[in-house]
């Protein structure tokens, strides 16, 4: 199971979730869920989601090294800006894996994931909120 959690900087809310079964990709599950993000608003994503910067602006990726070379002391910094103002979503994913449901192994119906899943993301979303 894949999941995708799309979260809102300003106040840590979980917005969208989107799900996929078996292996898939990153961008392609990006791509099927059919997210679409505001003209002005930033998206900061991870590795796996190159091919967002075409769709979308303003984008904030992290720079790939070339294959056989290293990549510069500037690229690591910037790097770990990125990263650091990436924390967020990691934080909300923190929340959610509380709930044990992305921790550990998903042994109940697949056909549930999503229900569960929401339900689990409207309650960080209502705890968060006081």
Do not use: W
Not at 4 to 21: P, W
């Amino acid at each position: 199971m894949k999941t995708q959690v799309v979260a809102r900087k300003s106040d840590e809310k979980i917005m969208c979730l989107s799900f996929g079964t078996g292996r898939r990709h990153d961008f392609r599950l990006f791509g099927e869920s059919g997210v679409r993000f505001m003209q002005g608003s930033e998206a900061r994503a991870e590795g796996g989601y190159q091919g967002l910067a075409k769709m979308h602006g303003n984008t904030v990726l992290p720079k790939k090294r070339m294959k056989g070379k290293e990549l510069s002391r500037e690229g690591k910094r910037k790097n770990r800006v990125i990263s650091s103002g990436r924390a967020l979503n990691e934080h909300v994913i923190g929340r959610v894996k509380r709930f044990r449901i992305l921790a550990e192994r998903y042994r109940n119906s697949r056909k549930r994931f999503g229900l569960r899943f929401n339900l689990i993301a409207g309650i960080c979303n209502f705890e968060f909120a006081f």
